[in-house]
């Protein structure tokens, strides 16, 4: 064996694994070397969840980065040779309608994201699988694309790993764990293991189920958690004995029964001649903390793979059995059954990206193997450029607040993710269970006294709607629809979208106090914003506004949507409780990049936010002022941030607007906020949930939601949020941004859509949400532009005022004309749409008092 190096550029913790080998020959690809691998089993992995994964490859989800990220790892373990395209069934049986109208969901999901997912009969399911009892089926959705890693994707690490080795870029060190890391003014040095310390520009966490344990050793946690696989084998199975093949028929999920089943081959193979039959636990999951996972001399089988009890799945098999009798015909291999630890998030999604208080230190997480590839691209491309092709901000570790990376919270999140691998199907609305009431406003109490439809969002608490308004449905019933399709109308309230009219027509007080908020200051707090600022920061003009602006990438696309307070000493940045804390990370980091003398400071929980809108809100708020005569327009223009008091207490009101009516953000001291909120609820003022300023009403207005119509797949002109005219000053993407500009259009444009016909199939009013494919309903294809990115919906909501579906969507330049007729599929049924508007141009102007057709 090579001797041990005493540094490197790059330290792999966990590189026996798919992730960790992905990541390193990711790396080599970019150009990296002096790469040192280790890991605390063999290489490849004798120990962890990759040694004994199914290793199976669907390209179906509701989710982009998903999707990506499986299609690009099927791609490259095709090209290794390593992959059996055998197609993959989502059955359902018969009688399950909720699952059926899963699985249509998912099939326009996949449209959208470039799948080629898509429906069959029952007689076709059968002819695919034959295992299972035709009359037990109702259909499914058939993936051309799934399939097997093969032999095993232990296999592929291997490989990865040697031929990594054999370009001299790096070198492996098996049974080599991590003891400690080096950590020095806040940046990575080294890490200490048993074989001695390796010193390192950056070092790299892919272990999997131990990756909490690493994390820990500078004080930090990962929102993950090992949780039980219940993976069983019946056999012999021979029919596929001497064709040699890993797999024969095509793989099946019964995700009705939270289940799946593969023959495994040849007996000859080296796992052949078997059906193998896996179950996610749905009632009971069996989490297991890292810290309790039993070291390799101590575990009976690996410390990833612990002893099962048929009593877990008896139920489900019984059921299982039903549908492919087969099972029960097999005798039960208990030998080869066993609990595998796979990870689930308590985010929704892996973690990934550098750590939070130590530069240079990366975790990449809660990774399948049907993903693992692609996000070795996405570890390897972000390290080295500072941004990935696609948006990445849905897996950023950065994204977490501090309250998300504590155990209760991690273990509560965890569970409720566990029960939903497989089943049910998942809202785009679904609220947690857990981990809720962690932040509220200081007028929280009043909004339970209102009967507060609540919703969490970074922590906070947010009503959605309030029971008290129900009387509003008496004046505007007739215009706030009944949502007759239960997943349409679940965890929305009716409510709502009278509160919207109520306010377009006098005034609305929200609850705003989800603003994550942070302070820039010192001798170059100007310099640094200007740096990462589209829009123009410095000059004395601009002290005293709120500036809205853009941070972008270097390549000139949208990274951030945020709102600046120019202040005579700071500045002050307004971000959403989405994109907050990965922006407050992004800016400490820049500063420390580039040298800037500044100190950044979350303020998020010392603060809080009213805001008040409608026709009569100027005439309102003069009701609760000091000085009412300091709200008229020429005293109180719009984006200009002034002090007022109301109660006596200290307010900053900037007059702006996320709902187009005219009115002010009212920014205090959190202590103070309740005193406010009754003065102005002591007017009459009538409180309006957060659904209308963050949904219906401001996509009547066309406005731009980050992290969903603001990617980074997307530059600032396609968005239509650019300014006439570029600042002089240097700032971050410029170029890029400059050359953007140059073009004679756009490749694509963010378009307003309306739905001219949403009545189903089956004769009901639809109401979408989630994402939607845009197709030509002369082709029947989604449309793709020049850049090959697909068009499909970003954001979707009913506008009360206008009476119709909103939609969202990047369409390519060649359809963007107003008046374009085009399609929508929704649950794989299509519902025709029209181009409302190219680009930022509302569909109901507050200002005329009159909506656009």
Known sequence: MAEFPKQA?????????IVGASIAHHLIERGWDDIVGIDKSGVPTDIGSTAHASDFCYTTSHDFMSVWTTQYSIDFFEKMGHYARIGGLEVVRAGDDTWMEEVKRKVSSGRAFGTRAQMIDAAEVK?????????????????????????RSQTVAGKLVDQAEKTGKLAVFANTPAQSLIVEGGRIKGVVTPRGTILAE????????WGRLIAAM???DLPV??????????????????TGKDI??????????????????????????????????????????????LEKHEARLSPSQRDLDMEQIITPLERAMELTP?????????????????????AGGPSCGESQKVRGLWYCVAIWVKDGPGYGKLIADWMTDGRTEIDHNSIDYSRFYAHQLTEDFIEGRCR???QKIYFPAVHPREPYATGRGVKRSPFYERELELGGHFMELGGWERAHGYAANAHLLEKYGERVPVRRNEWDNRHFWRVSNAEHLHMSEDCGLINLSHFYMFDVEGPDHVALMEWLCAAKIGGDGNIGKGIYTHFLDDEGMVRADLTVFRMADRCRIVDGADAGPRDFHYVRRVAEDKGFDVTVTDVSEAYTTIGLWGPNARETLKKVVADPAGLEPGNFPFAAIKPIEIAGKPVSAFRISYVGEQGWELHLKYEDGLAVWDALRATGVTPVGVETYANSRRMEKSLRLQNADLLTQYNLLEADLARPKVKDADFRGKDKHVEYKAREHQPAMLCTLVMTDTVDASGVERYPVGTMPVVDPETGEVLVDALGRRSYTTSVAYGPTIGKNIALAYLPWCYCQPGRKLSVEYFNESFPVEVAAVGYKPLYDPENLKPRS
């Open 218 to 220: 500078v004080g930090e």
């Open 127 to 151: 002819k695919k699988f034959p295992l299972v009892e035709e009359e037990m089926v109702a259909g499914a959705l058939w993936d051309p694309d799934a399939g097997l890693v093969v032999p």
């Open 202 to 209: 950056h070092v790299v966490v892919c272990a999997g189920i």
């Open 9 to 17: 550029k790059v330290v792999i913790i966990g590189v026996g694994g």
């Open 225 to 242: 958690m090992p949780v039980d696989h219940p993976l069983t084998f019946f056999g012999p199975y021979t029919e596929f004995e001497g």
């Open 326 to 346: 087969i099972l029960g015909e097999l005798g039960y291999n208990e030998s080869h059954s066993f609990n595998g630890l796979l990870q689930v998030s308590a």
């Open 248 to 293: 024969g028929w095509p793989l099946m999920r019964d995700q009705g029964n939270s289940a799946y089943m593969r023959d495994t081959g040849d007996p000859t193979t080296a796992e052949g001649g078997q059906i193998e039959w896996g179950y996610y636990e749905t009632e009971e999951p069996r989490l297991c903390h890292p810290r309790d996972i």
């Open 416 to 418: 409720e993710a566990a």
